[in-house]
């Protein structure tokens, strides 16, 4: 039988007009149930994970669950206007953020909302929350140093640029603050920063903003804020939007840090959704793909090579633990994913070593390659000996008899412990760490009285600004100094120390031991 051409085109036209039917249908769904920040969609056959879709009252909602025939939908905002029955649009779009220069200085919500009244973002520059992570070709080792002005961390556990060194620690012990130095320590420099508030109170990242702005260090900050009273989707794609614009500064061959606190909150907002979407809980409630969550997030960070522009995004994640347990379920899951931690101490805190950071817990497996050479030449010992302090510290309490050696240890100790003391606010350039840690490493300060110490690091710096520029200069410039210039250092130092800050009783032993 023969078939004219005129059956053929319409038995084509036919299947066209049904596939553009079927195309209409897998484009909408309706909504099933809805309650709890979460809507379960029938249809939406084809839609992508992580793609939005537009709810009949014009809020939008993230697809997250896809099964056969339903999807689990969490939604962008409140769900109080959405009902049984409402129409689902799938828009074809992944979540995006807004991305750039325009982005410096200002507070977004996690979908690029303005909270700071200063206007709409102008820019038609976009991202994908969730990026690619580059592989290992695309990198090149972390060997760039990222200064916190923090005398502790820069000279025992550094941070390069595009690390990722965790911090950990009770509520309220100084871990947002030590971020907060280092992001003030960027001013004038080549980083630019973001800050991602998780499940805070509203008044805390005012604070913080406030903050940042007094010390000069919006100009270059951007604040990604999920509030406590935000819905959990805000608070789960907050660090993925922040990291999207880290991104896009790394990408163009600039560097960029970025800072999340804290990430057990997201695990908590992560949770939350995945418990109402009916996801099987495992660990502490958890759901299987919990390490996940935190490895693709935290992966995204490094150092690029050079023929991709050299650009770096350097990772700061927060984790809050509870009463020091290191050994909960996300504390050991992202101190696996990370390139070391920084573990703050609640005794050492309340005992007033401020900030409490607990050397032996505490490690950087960069190490010295995120360090200027003289500041390694230097401080390398620093760890060893204060290690050494906190055995023997605990043998004074029991009133044991010590040889002359173990009490110049303890001696000696004790002063390094005070020369780490910082205060809030209050970075210090890495030339005035290298005279002060030096000082301390090669001894100069044992016969300094320990309630001296803060006098002497601040009246030394300015002795050596008037009148010795020069080692500041060459430090700053190249981050070394010649082992002449290191001795000239140290004899300087040691007259200094001698003239000024040792007492008359003092002098005259070591005269006398001289002689």
């Not at 779009?93 to 977004?108: F, K, S």
């Not at 390069?160 to 871990?175: A, N």
């Not at 030590?178 to 604070?207: F, H, L, M, P």
């Not at 030394?460 to 410039?477: A, H, L, Q, T, V």
Request: charged fraction near 30%; aromatic fraction near 6%.
């Amino acid at each position: 039988m023969d078939i004219r051409a005129d059956e053929i085109s319409k038995i084509i036209s036919m299947e066209i007009e049904g596939a553009s039917e079927r195309l209409e249908l897998e484009k909408k769904g309706t909504v099933i149930s809805v309650g709890d920040g979460i809507a379960s969609v029938y249809g939406l056959w084809g839609v992508m994970a992580s793609e939005m879709v537009l709810f009949e009252n014009g809020v939008y909602g993230l697809a997250f669950n896809l099964d056969e025939t339903m999807v689990g939908v969490v939604i962008l905002g409140e769900d109080v206007g959405i009902q049984e029955g409402d129409e689902v649009k799938a828009t074809g779009r992944i979540l995006q953020v807004p991305v750039g220069e325009e982005l410096a200085g200002r507070v977004i919500d996690p979908v690029g909302k303005p909270l700071d009244g200063k206007g709409e973002i102008r820019t038609d520059n976009y991202r994908p929350v969730e990026g690619e992570v580059p592989n290992v070709v695309q990198r090149q080792p972390v060997k760039e140093p990222l200064q916190t002005g923090i005398k502790a961390i820069d000279a025992m556990i550094p941070i390069g640029r595009g690390q990722r060194e965790l911090i950990l620690g009770d509520k309220g012990i100084g871990k947002t603050a030590i971020c907060i130095d280092t992001i003030i320590n960027q001013r004038g420099g080549d980083v630019r920063c973001i800050y991602v508030a998780i499940g805070q109170k509203n008044s805390t990242v005012a604070r913080v903003i406030k903050t940042l702005e007094e010390h000069g260090a919006m100009d270059y900050t951007t604040v990604v804020h999920a509030g406590s009273s935000d819905p959990a989707t805000l608070q789960y794609i907050a660090p993925y939007a922040g990291c999207a614009i880290g991104e896009e500064i790394r990408d163009k061959g600039g560097h960029a840090l970025i800072i999340y606190d804290d990430l057990i909150r997201h695990a908590w907002a992560y949770r939350q959704l995945s418990l109402l979407l009916r996801r099987p809980p495992g660990r502490e409630a958890f759901p299987g793909d919990i390490f996940y969550l935190h490895s693709r997030l935290l992966e995204r960070a490094a150092k690029l090579s050079d023929e991709l522009g050299g650009g770096s995004l350097t990772a700061i994640p927060i984790v809050e633990t509870q009463a020091g347990d290191l050994t909960a379920y996300i504390p050991t899951n992202v101190i696996s994913i990370t390139d070391g931690q920084i573990y703050l101490e609640a005794d050492l805190f309340y005992a007033g070593i401020r900030p409490a950071i607990n050397v032996g817990l505490s490690v950087s497996r960069v190490g010295g390659n995120a360090q200027v050479e003289v500041m390694k030449k230097v401080a390398g010992g620093l760890r060893l000996d204060l290690a050494q302090y906190r055995e023997l510290e605990k043998f004074i309490s029991f009133g044991t008899e010590l040889d002359k050696a173990t009490q110049e240890q303890i001696e000696r100790g004790r002063r390094l412990v005070e020369l780490l003391k910082q205060d809030q606010y209050e970075p210090m350039a890495v030339e005035e760490q290298v005279m002060v840690i030096n000082a301390g490493v090669e001894g100069f300060l044992d016969r300094v009285d320990v309630d001296r110490i803060s006098e002497f690091e601040s009246k030394f710096i300015d002795y050596m600004k008037k009148n010795y520029s020069e080692f500041g200069d060459k430090i700053r410039r190249f981050g070394k100094l010649e082992p002449v210039e290191l001795e000239k250092l140290n004899d300087i130092t040691r007259k200094y120390v001698y003239k000024n800050f040792i007492s008359k009783e003092k002098k005259e032993k070591i005269e006398i031991k001289e002689e």
